[in-house]
């Protein structure tokens, strides 16, 4: 459930469509609502192609947005003047999935660091290596690293290092972009546990984007869920998991991998065709194709309405009191599933 009086970013309708032709769009991001709270984790969750990604670009303004608001602390950034902008840059970082393409080859850990405190001039140059060091001790990278170049890091530190220039100006808000993605599960718990402290000690906000149900159920208060650019389910993390009510989320939530008891056999429920193009997408639900549990109401043309079914729940289905029923038949018989 949402404080509303401690929300820090919120966004309305957001929209990014990608022009191809004269009447040809990629609709990667179709009017998408969300809020995230101070402190707080938002967790965004969809197969590879939904729009993830583009919403955290769009969010830090890495790319333009084609429709919509984000407010930050009740204002339009998109509407801010370049004094205000450049101030706002200090409080909104990311974090990008490969962190070897995302640090200067040609810079030392010690130069990437420096960066932001040279170029917002936050403080003295006598005062930069101090700051630096002190940044290294909240994410542990050894001092003797300094002088190194990326290449002559494993992956794992890469990323910290990645972590440490995101916090280098102690922003309020951070978009993780599938930080962990690329990195082994050992390596991946570090992260993640990195991550969750400086959010207790710092009271960072984080968007965290990733396809891990997994890892974003461990480090996520809320969970959106995303299919070819649309919003189709948001709720609090453990309502999400256990009361879930879009076929798409239970779909989902099939696939992570569990430990059975001998003799015991999960049924996960496999989506069948591919997954339809962004391109000028067809009017209705964006689902239909694919979905095991459609409707009469599903095949017409009118587009499944994203509204809150519970307190905090939000559902963009026809039939999503059906769908919850099936969830809560699948979960008391471990993993089987009836939709005669």
Not at 227 to 233: A, D, R
């Amino acid at each position: 459930m949402i404080d509303k009086k401690n929300v820090l970013l919120q966004a309305k309708h957001l929209k990014k469509y990608f022009k191809l032709s004269r009447k040809s769009y990629l609709y990667a991001v179709d009017d998408i609502s969300f809020e995230i709270e101070s402190g707080k984790t938002l967790g965004l969750v969809g197969e590879s192609g939904c729009g993830k990604s583009t919403i955290g670009n769009v969010v830090m303004r890495l790319i333009p947005q084609t429709d919509g608001e984000l407010l930050y602390k009740g204002k339009d950034i998109f509407k801010v003047d370049k004094n205000e902008s450049f101030e706002l840059r200090k409080k909104m970082q990311i974090i990008f999935q490969d962190p070897y393409s995302s640090l200067n080859p040609r810079k030392t850990i010690l130069q990437i660091l420096s960066e932001a405190f040279v170029i917002q001039k936050v403080c003295s140059r006598n005062e930069i290596k101090k700051n630096v060091l002190e940044l290294c001790d909240i994410v542990q990278i050894p001092h003797n690293l300094l002088n190194h170049y990326p290449h002559e890091l494993d992956g794992g530190m890469r990323q910290v290092v990645g972590i440490a220039r995101a916090l280098s100006l102690n922003p309020d808000f951070i978009v993780c972009d599938e930080p962990v993605s690329s990195l082994d599960v050992s390596v991946q718990a570090r992260i993640i546990n990195l991550l969750m402290d400086i959010q207790k000690k710092r009271k960072i906000s984080y968007l965290f984007i990733s396809h891990d149900l997994s890892v974003v159920r461990h480090i996520s208060h809320r969970v959106a869920v995303m299919y070819l650019g649309k919003m189709v389910e948001i709720a609090d993390t453990d309502d999400i998991f256990r009361n879930t009510m879009h076929p798409y989320s239970i779909a989902l939530l099939s696939a992570v991998p569990t430990i059975e008891k001998f003799g015991e056999n999960k049924t996960r429920i496999l989506l069948q065709g591919d997954v339809p193009s962004p391109i000028n997408p067809e009017h209705g639900c964006r689902f239909v194709k694919r979905c095991w549990m459609t409707g009469p109401k599903c095949h017409t043309s009118e587009e499944p309405p994203f509204k809150e079914v519970e307190s905090g729940h939000y559902v963009a289905c026809f039939y999503a009191e059906k769908a919850r029923m099936l969830m809560n038949e699948y979960t008391k018989n471990r993993g089987k599933i009836n939709n005669d």
